[in-house]
C-alpha cells in the first residue's frame, strides 16, 4: 500500500475511533495512560514476529510479574495461543465487543493467564470473527490495557492494516522485524519511510534483524545502510527455535542456552532496564488517528 492509501485508512480508523470516543467520553477523558504500549510490527510474514513477541513478554513478565499483557492483534490467523501453549476461553472479539468493552473489571477477567504471569488477549477463533475487530475496538482496547499494565506488547499482523496503524499509533515503543535477507530489508525501508512521512514512529524504536546467519552475504551495516538507521538486535537462525514453536514453549520460558536466547534476553533487557521515553504524539497529543477524529468531531461540532 502507498502512503495515499494509507492515509485512507487512518482516516476511515479515525471516523471509527470518534465514534467511539464520543460513546466513552466520560471515561476515555479522565484517563491517561501509565503503561509502555510495545507494538511488533514488520511489512512481511514469516520474520519471526510472534516469537519475538511472545519472548519480550515472557521476559518482561519476569521483571514485572502479573503486570504484563500480550495482544494477539493478528485478527485473522494469530498464533499467540498456539505460541504459548494456551487453550484460551475467550478471545480478541470477547475482548473488543459487549460487557469487557465497557468495564475495565470485566475485561480482565477476559484474558487468558499463561504459567509465568503473563496475561494474553488471544487471537480469534476464525477469520470472521477477526473481521469484527476495528481500529477503533483496538485503540480503545490498548487504552484499557495501559491503564492496567505496566507492559502491553502487541502481535500484529503482517504489513499495515487498519489495526496494526492503530497499534501504532497507540504505541510508546515499536519494534520494527526484518529477516536478515534482501525481500525482508527492503520491506523493512519501504516500511520506515511510509511510517517517518506519516509521523507515526513513536520515540521508543527497536529495530531488530531476524534469521542472521554469516553464510548469507549481509552485514548488519549493509543493513543499516538500506535501511537509513541503526539496527539495535541482531538475532541469529536457531535451530530451536522450531521445537519451541511446536511445543508452545517460549525460549526465554525454557531457559535453554541457546545464541538466540542471549540476544532476546538483550531486547527484554532495552525495556525492562531503561525508563518509559515519553512520546509527545502519543501522550501530549493523542496520536494520529486521535488528532484527525478530534478534527473530525470538532467539523462534526460534536
Same mark, same amino acid.
Given at each position: 500500500?502507498?502512503?495515499?492509501?494509507?492515509?485512507t485508512a487512518?482516516?476511515r480508523?479515525?471516523?471509527?475511533?470518534?465514534?467511539?470516543?464520543?460513546?466513552?467520553?466520560?471515561a476515555?477523558?479522565?484517563?491517561?495512560?501509565?503503561?509502555?504500549v510495545?507494538?511488533?510490527a514488520?511489512?512481511?510474514?514469516?520474520?519471526?514476529?510472534?516469537?519475538?513477541?511472545?519472548?519480550?513478554?515472557v521476559?518482561?513478565t519476569?521483571?514485572a510479574?502479573?503486570?504484563?499483557?500480550?495482544?494477539?492483534?493478528?485478527?485473522?490467523?494469530?498464533?499467540?495461543?498456539?505460541a504459548l501453549?494456551l487453550?484460551?476461553?475467550h478471545?480478541?472479539?470477547?475482548?473488543?465487543?459487549?460487557?469487557?468493552?465497557?468495564?475495565?473489571?470485566?475485561?480482565?477477567t477476559?484474558?487468558?493467564?499463561h504459567?509465568?504471569?503473563?496475561?494474553?488477549?488471544?487471537?480469534?477463533?476464525?477469520?470472521a470473527?477477526?473481521?469484527?475487530?476495528?481500529?477503533a475496538?483496538?485503540?480503545?482496547l490498548?487504552?484499557?490495557?495501559?491503564?492496567?499494565?505496566?507492559?502491553?506488547?502487541?502481535d500484529? %499482523?503482517? @504489513?499495515?492494516?487498519?489495526?496494526? !496503524? =492503530?497499534a501504532l499509533?497507540? #504505541?510508546t515503543?515499536v /519494534?520494527?522485524?526484518?529477516?536478515?535477507?534482501?525481500?525482508?530489508?527492503?520491506g523493512?525501508?519501504?516500511?520506515?519511510?511510509?511510517?517517518?512521512?506519516?509521523?507515526?514512529?513513536?520515540?521508543?524504536?527497536?529495530?531488530?534483524m531476524?534469521f542472521a546467519?554469516?553464510?548469507?552475504?549481509?552485514?548488519v551495516?549493509?543493513?543499516?545502510t538500506?535501511i537509513g538507521?541503526?539496527v539495535?538486535?541482531?538475532?541469529?537462525?536457531?535451530?530451536a527455535?522450531p521445537?519451541?514453536?511446536?511445543?508452545?514453549?517460549?525460549?526465554?520460558?525454557s531457559?535453554?542456552r541457546d545464541?538466540?536466547?542471549?540476544?532476546?534476553?538483550?531486547?527484554?533487557?532495552r525495556?525492562?532496564?531503561?525508563?518509559l521515553?515519553?512520546?509527545g504524539?502519543?501522550? %501530549?497529543h @493523542?496520536?494520529?488517528?486521535?488528532? !484527525? =477524529?478530534?478534527r473530525l468531531? #470538532?467539523?462534526r461540532? /460534536?
Amino acid at each position: 500500500a502507498d502512503v495515499g492509501e494509507i492515509r485512507t485508512a487512518i482516516e476511515r480508523a479515525a471516523q471509527a475511533a470518534a465514534g467511539r470516543r464520543r460513546a466513552l467520553r466520560p471515561a476515555d477523558d479522565t484517563s491517561r495512560y501509565t503503561g509502555r504500549v510495545i507494538t511488533v510490527a514488520s511489512p512481511k510474514g514469516g520474520v519471526g514476529k510472534t516469537t519475538v513477541a511472545t519472548n519480550l513478554a515472557v521476559g518482561l513478565t519476569a521483571s514485572a510479574p502479573q503486570s504484563t499483557v500480550l495482544v494477539d492483534l493478528d485478527v485473522q490467523f494469530g498464533d499467540v495461543a498456539s505460541a504459548l501453549g494456551l487453550a484460551p476461553e475467550h478471545t480478541l472479539p470477547d475482548a473488543v465487543h459487549g460487557p469487557a468493552s465497557q468495564d475495565t473489571m470485566v475485561l480482565k477477567t477476559f484474558l487468558t493467564r499463561h504459567p509465568s504471569g503473563l496475561y494474553a488477549v488471544c487471537g480469534s477463533d476464525s477469520p470472521a470473527a477477526g473481521d469484527t475487530v476495528s481500529a477503533a475496538d483496538v485503540t480503545a482496547l490498548l487504552t484499557s490495557l495501559a491503564r492496567e499494565f505496566r507492559y502491553v506488547v502487541v502481535d500484529t %499482523a503482517p @504489513g499495515l492494516s487498519e489495526q496494526t !496503524l =492503530a497499534a501504532l499509533d497507540r #504505541a510508546t515503543d515499536v /519494534v520494527m522485524l526484518s529477516s536478515m535477507d534482501v525481500p525482508g530489508v527492503r520491506g523493512l525501508r519501504k516500511e520506515l519511510d511510509v511510517l517517518r512521512e506519516l509521523c507515526m514512529i513513536p520515540a521508543g524504536r527497536h529495530v531488530v534483524m531476524n534469521f542472521a546467519d554469516a553464510k548469507g552475504g549481509l552485514s548488519v551495516r549493509d543493513v543499516e545502510t538500506a535501511i537509513g538507521t541503526g539496527v539495535d538486535v541482531v538475532l541469529p537462525r536457531s535451530s530451536a527455535v522450531p521445537a519451541s514453536t511446536n511445543q508452545g514453549v517460549p525460549l526465554l520460558q525454557s531457559g535453554g542456552r541457546d545464541p538466540m536466547t542471549k540476544e532476546l534476553r538483550r531486547l527484554v533487557s532495552r525495556f525492562a532496564a531503561t525508563p518509559l521515553v515519553s512520546s509527545g504524539r502519543v501522550r %501530549a497529543h @493523542g496520536g494520529v488517528l486521535m488528532n !484527525l =477524529a478530534s478534527r473530525l468531531d #470538532a467539523a462534526r461540532g /460534536v
